[in-house]
């Protein structure tokens, strides 16, 4: 497979998916601030901290309120990764990739960008903020179902699969970093109603309320929500799941390479630092150090992943 097609399959597959993971963040944060009052004068603010998109943000907004913060992550163009701009250069790099998509899956995701060229600000009046990300989670289960049930596990496959789990590993630990970084309660919450009420809808919007209570019943601890997040080897948007699919999908390039190359070292590294741990030991060293870890260490393997099939000067 050419390097430019790898490229153009990672970049489709990451950036849908990078899509689906802001409008989680911005829809678990939505709601925790209307459920819990925030004591903070910009509860948003944070976001662009954790997103490092501070300086971008203030070249057109005077002040983090939620309109601006709406706006600047779901619809601004001139945002490469807001869920707009992400729609777009996915739906842009599959253009050339009509003989290795589905037409199923194609249609949908052309479908998708034509909706997202009509969003305006108003779409959250009217249908309103819950309405417009419950329908955009749907339009990416959607997608996602068309791409299991009719892409043939070749190539192709793989280098999705690396874009997709590379992104969802580094966002689960970001959505996670949400919760600790400007949620984090005062010391005489820790533990109470709101805390819980927070953690809960964490669960949620990772898809994980269900599971967590067949797991671990319905009382809510940080530690086991901290547990499936990061460390469940068996719920598909765990940090840790992530990373074994990934790794799945990397052999199985690399065993079709010409010539074989030593493995991902950064890979290496995060699945033996997955395999090690326990939400219990994180959390007494420090659960947002070690959150900042993994998404620098995901950073560091996508630029191996780059350098070694992706790049094509």
Same mark, same amino acid.
């Given at each position: 497979m050419l390097r430019r097609i790898a490229s153009h399959l990672f970049w489709t597959a990451r950036n849908l998916e990078r899509a689906e993971w802001r409008a989680r963040l911005?829809?678990? *944060?939505?709601?925790?601030?209307?459920?819990?009052?925030?004591?903070?004068?910009?509860? !948003?603010a944070a976001l662009l901290a954790i997103f490092e998109e501070r300086e971008l943000f203030a070249q057109s907004y005077p002040t983090a309120d939620e309109t601006s913060m709406l706006n600047f992550f779901a619809l601004?163009?001139?945002?490469?990764?807001?869920?707009?701009? &992400?729609i777009n250069t996915a739906r842009n790099n599959a253009i050339s990739l009509r003989h290795y998509l589905s037409s199923e899956l194609w249609l949908d995701l052309n479908t998708l960008y034509l909706t997202a060229q009509e969003w305006t600000p108003e779409v959250f009046v009217s249908p309103g903020v819950f309405a417009f990300f419950a329908e955009l989670k749907n339009s990416f289960y959607r997608n996602s179902g068309i791409r299991h049930g009719t892409i043939p596990r070749d190539l192709a496959y793989d280098f999705m699969q690396v874009g997709i789990m590379l992104e969802r590993a580094e966002d689960v630990a970001r959505?996670?970093?949400?919760?600790?970084?400007?949620?984090?309660?005062?010391?005489?919450?820790?533990?109470?109603?709101?805390?819980?009420?927070? !953690?809960?809808?964490?669960?949620?919007?990772?898809?994980?309320?269900?599971?967590? &209570?067949?797991?671990?019943? *319905?009382a809510i601890k940080v530690e *086991?929500?901290?547990?499936?997040?990061?460390?469940?080897?068996?719920?598909?948007?765990?940090?840790?799941?992530?990373?074994?699919?990934?790794e799945t999908s990397l052999n199985r390039i690399a065993s079709l390479a010409p010539e074989r190359s030593p493995p991902l070292s950064r890979l290496e590294d995060l699945s033996a630092l997955m395999r090690s741990k326990r939400s219990r030991e994180v959390i007494k060293s420090g659960l947002h150090q070690f959150l900042i870890q993994i998404q620098d260490g995901c950073a560091a393997l996508g630029d191996e992943v780059f350098?070694?099939?992706?790049?094509?000067?």
């Open positions: 911005l829809d678990v *944060n939505y709601h925790l601030l209307i459920e819990s009052p925030p004591r903070d004068a910009q509860p !948003w601004d163009t001139d945002n490469p990764n807001s869920i707009l701009g &992400c959505m996670l970093d949400v919760k600790y970084h400007f949620l984090l309660p005062l010391l005489e919450d820790v533990g109470g109603p709101i805390d819980m009420l927070q !953690w809960a809808a964490v669960l949620r919007s990772a898809s994980g309320f269900e599971a967590y &209570c067949k797991r671990f019943g *319905n *086991n929500v901290v547990e499936i997040l990061l460390f469940d080897p068996t719920f598909p948007r765990s940090a840790r799941f992530s990373l074994a699919m990934l350098q070694r099939y992706l790049k094509t000067d």
